[in-house]
């Protein structure tokens, strides 16, 4: 585990197994020369054993270099076991330091006004704007009645309700220009209490550090960056995003809740830098020195291409994602997983290929998943839950350091201009309605939860027909 202030990487209990090691032992004999063992192996794949699993694991070369003599079943599973190059670890990046988080939500609009105050002799309806949940930070729109000269006045305070602990009461007095304004206003204070509880000696919660929220779809809860390293693997391989090596998949989820109460684990993106990385290096390398089929992937590289290193799970690496994920869901009780579909990406990322992500999405982790769940005789379904729309983006002015919110319909930029890219994300998320969106899922069965928490996965290979389920199709039930 790799350990820094306050942080480290933390190793989730949830493990992918090895076929195998289990088809080994299951086979019944117990002892036999290394020829013997060797035949037995390679026997294995009619069991579901893979090309893959066996050659990374070294033992067949292990065998033919051992003397004649007999070996126990005990001395090659004890090989097997030690440092395994296909084993996989879910991890995360978690702290313990206490980092408050403040979450506003934007209130709905009242169907009538408030009862109007007056204020400095002038009389205006003060409407909740944005509250957050965790500190009672509230955010007050004031609009003045009377229409004076220059049309209705207005402005945002902020308040903090009496008996919060640890942050001071603030009345409704100071005024704000705009609720970004007073929002930011709000995030100080709770900042200078987290300081002032830090010298204190407090520690929080043991919570996921992640680094791109600013691409999650709004309205989940629970945000996480699930990494699956290989860690036993002999060559190590750093990627762009994440400071720890040989990252095999990363996926980025969020929980989310459907209108009839079934929470599901979203894979907000499922991406590999590492294997990616590897396939177009694969793809230049033929293209400079084309090579017979035959050949598959073994050739002699380019001096000048660097590729990274090879792993197990160059074809495999989004069985094990889904694998890794409905593993996850079904041991933290969750009703299904889901992911989004290719146009959300493909808006997410405007610079990327469009018809790539939605092929990937729409396509490829449908049909990976389908087939992943056709173990327990369960299908693809469809989920929906509540989120924001998506009418408004985030753009840099030309030739600034500054932000501005662009509508897309009026092809249009706001008045606001802002210091950073963040400010002006919360400023786009206010301008946007609540919407419903609709993705595909696979909800699991109470069956189907218990035998994957009993029995597993396997981390390559088939998975086999598994226990019948009774698999639900809608989401009339929660499980």
Known sequence: MTKRTGEEYELAPIKLWSPLQRQLAATGQTKGTPQQWIGTIRNLQKNGVTAVEIEWSSIIPELEKHPAHLLHIDELLAFLKH?????????????????????YEKQQRPAELPPTVVRRGLREARLLHYADRTFGL???????????????NRY?????????????????ERRFASAQEAMAYGRILVERMARRLATEGFVGQTRSLNQFTRYVLPGGENYTEWLITAPNLSAEYWGPHFDIPNIVAHVRSTERMTPAGARLLVLEEIQSDWNQELRAAIQEARRRRPIDDAASDSFDWDDDLQPPPFNPYLNHWLEVALRMMLLLAANQGFSGIAWL????????????????????????????????????????AEAQFPTLSRNFEVRRVAGTKKWKVLNREAVRFSDEEFLDEDAA???RRSKEVPVAEKITAVYL??????????HGLPYLGAVGQRQVAKVRRSEGSTG
């Open 83 to 103: 440092d395994p190059p296909c084993e996989l670890v879910l991890q995360r990046h978690v702290t313990d330091e206490y980092l408050p988080l403040v979450r």
């Open 138 to 152: 509230c955010i007050w729109l004031h609009v003045e009645v009377d229409t004076g000269l220059f049309g209705r």
């Open 156 to 172: 945002w305070s902020f308040s903090v309700p009496r008996g919060r602990k640890k942050l001071a009461s603030h009345p409704v």
């Open 341 to 380: 579909p290719g146009r959300l990406h493909a808006e997410r990322f405007p610079l990327a290929n469009a018809d790539g992500l939605k092929a990937f999405y729409d396509r490829i982790v449908s049909a990976a998943a389908e087939k992943l769940v056709k173990s327990w005789g369960a299908q693809l």
């Open 425 to 427: 994300e919360v400023f």
């Open 445 to 454: 069965s109470d069956e189907m939860r218990v035998d994957i928490r009993q």
